[in-house]
């Protein structure tokens, strides 16, 4: 017996059964999964530059025989929807598992979406598990399942199901044979041909799942008090047992095709049938589709954000589940970019150079909050270089502030390549920050094309930037260490006064927690000369403090990395560096 959250026990399901090629993108709740799949015995595993190449990297891989494990969050899923849908026409030869992770409650993530309606339109089965057994146990069969009806299958998470820890029984490794490929246009070459006779042995293939959704293991009625009936899947489950220990409950572990038989059976035994989702109407909006009627809760629930058993135990007026809430008084702790982040700077002078900045997914979306206040748009992977783009088409021929857009690297090799490229094509104006900290930061600092380190550790070779924009076209490049002030200024002024050129300035320097690549200095002091004017706390460092009295700044000795940017903006030298050099 381990202790293991979701995301190691799918990694542990997908090992027991054989899959032997992990591929993926980083991203928050699911980024663990691969990155536990890489240290198993006899696999290989890859980032891949986005979700759309790694799902094409496993479906080739697919094709080939081999057993594939493909990771990504939710919004992953939409990046990759255009070879998810066909791949339901082609269907697999190896078994096909992809990892879908939510974020009900936007924990790390720009929406919320359910990625049970991507399951719904492309036709492919979703198994939703309630804890990390049943993600083992899932996914392990979910290969089975893959090759049995010619389909991939989702394995949806949540984030509390992704990295909760529960008692799991794993077992050993499958044996598993490489299966042969056959030379089989009318599978894989899906022109419009071969894919009407592919759409026509999916309605097959559905039909055959729908029958088994009603008999398989995973469907299940618990009957307790006949007076009250829920349907429920995933994390929902478990606070449902918690919050209505005594109601009846029908547990969906397949939640698509739904089993209609079951559905009908349920609602025939209880009194009164409910059904609970979080964040969603998937699971109600399709029950009500079958022509199956669920009753309102007593107390309307919370349409967004998680579900917790307090939240459903009130919505029932049944007696509230022991819960214990923070203290009142604790003090608030926003994000922030770390002390000593070396692209703080940028924000500070986009600020003070007063820009529409249009920014990126990552650390960097930070740069939005006060003091910084830098930025003015964050929407999805790569948009902040388009969306900059559509600015200057919009305010062509008027006065306006300097348009930038800003992007960290890993999002740029994501994303970002094609977004320059289109304004290059298009000729198109404006200034474009790529801030190279040397590492994928928000997701925990994995590797990507631009540091060239992979998951595995092989020899790779970092992409270089500057020839990439090069050749893109793009003929203003500078590149500058974030750390200098002035030459941060200095750049970026350059950049935007050149109004009728594309400019891209690359911001190259290490993230302070790539302790590899970076190494603090002694750390820095606030002496009698301080004035109290601000200057430095206006950069938003969580080592720099104000006293709430004088107002004058402090350095909290224990945070300070030595970076040295406050100094930089002190005009009165009242901040320097203490004795005792390198830590």
């Not at 926003?334 to 002078?349: I, N, S, Y």
């Not at 009698?528 to 000795?557: E, R």
Request: with cysteine; proline share 5%.
């Amino acid at each position: 017996m381990e202790l293991l959250s979701g995301n190691e026990a799918i990694a542990q399901g997908a090992w027991e059964a054989g899959a032997s090629i992990g591929v993926g993108y980083p991203g928050t709740p699911s980024t663990e999964t691969l990155e536990a799949f890489a240290k198993k015995d006899d696999v290989y595993a890859e980032w891949c530059p986005n979700e759309k190449v790694a799902l094409e990297v496993g479906i080739g891989a697919s094709a080939a025989g081999k057993r594939v494990l493909a990771t990504m969050k939710h919004v992953g899923v939409n990046v990759a929807a255009d070879p998810l849908f066909t791949l339901a026409y082609t269907g697999v030869n190896g078994g096909l598992v992809l990892l879908a992770a939510d974020d009900p409650g936007m924990h790390s993530s720009q929406n919320e979406q359910d990625s049970r309606f991507y399951a719904l339109a492309a036709r492919i089965p979703s198994m939703d598990p309630s804890d990390s057994q049943e993600a083992l146990d899932f996914t392990r069969n979910a290969y089975e399942l893959s090759e049995r009806f010619d389909l991939p299958v989702i394995i949806r998470s949540t984030v509390r199901i992704s990295h909760a820890k529960t008692p799991v029984e794993t077992g050993k490794r499958m044996s598993y044979t490489l299966k042969p490929y056959e030379k089989d246009a009318s599978k894989w070459v899906m022109m419009p041909a071969y894919a009407k006779g592919r759409r026509t042995s999916l309605d097959g293939r559905n039909d055959e799942l729908k029958a088994y959704v009603n008999e398989c293991p995973y469907n299940r009625i618990e009957m307790r008090d006949s007076d009250i009936g829920i349907i429920c899947s995933g994390a929902v489950y478990e606070y449902v047992r918690d919050a209505l220990p005594h109601a009846s409950v029908l547990k969906l572990g397949i939640t698509w095709p739904l089993p209609e038989n079951i559905l009908r059976e349920f609602e025939e035994q209880v009194d009164t049938l409910y059904c609970i989702d979080e964040a969603s109407d998937y699971l109600s909006s399709q029950i009500k589709a079958l022509g199956i009627n669920l009753a309102d809760t007593p107390q309307a629930l919370p349409i967004a954000g998680e579900l917790s058993a307090r939240a459903i135990a009130l919505a029932f007026d049944s007696a509230v589940p022991t819960s214990y809430d923070a203290e009142s008084n604790l003090p608030a702790r926003p994000p922030a970019l770390c002390a000593g982040c070396p692209h703080r700077l940028v924000f500070k002078e986009l600020s003070r150079a007063r820009c529409i900045v249009t920014g990126d997914i990552g650390c960097y979306t930070l740069g939005a909050l006060p003091p910084l206040s830098a930025l003015d748009s964050t929407v999805c992977m790569g948009a902040s270089i388009s969306m900059a783009h559509g600015f200057e088409l919009a305010l062509e021929n008027t006065e306006h502030a300097p348009v930038v857009g800003v992007i960290g690297d890993s999002t740029f090799a994501h994303s970002g390549i094609t977004s320059l490229l289109n304004t290059v094509y298009n000729q198109g104006s404006g200034t474009v920050c790529i801030l190279d900290n040397r590492t994928t930061g928000m997701t925990g600092h994995q590797g990507n094309p631009v540091n060239g380190k992979t998951l595995q550790e092989r020899i790779s070779r970092e992409l270089n930037l500057e020839q990439l924009i090069e050749a893109l076209g793009v003929e203003h490049i500078q590149t500058v260490n974030p750390n200098d002030a002035q030459a941060t200024r200095a750049a970026i002024k350059e950049a935007i006064e050149a109004t009728d050129a594309l400019s891209v300035i690359i911001f190259r320097s290490p993230c302070v927690l790539l302790r590899d690549s970076f190494t603090p200095s002694a750390p820095y002091t606030v002496n009698a000369s301080c004035t109290s004017c601000g200057a430095c706390i206006s950069l938003g460092c969580p080592a720099l403090a104000k006293d709430p009295d004088t107002g004058a700044a402090s350095i909290m000795a224990d945070m300070c990395v030595g970076c040295g940017q406050c100094a930089q903006y002190c005009k009165f030298e009242a901040i320097e560096q203490t004795q005792g050099g390198l830590r």
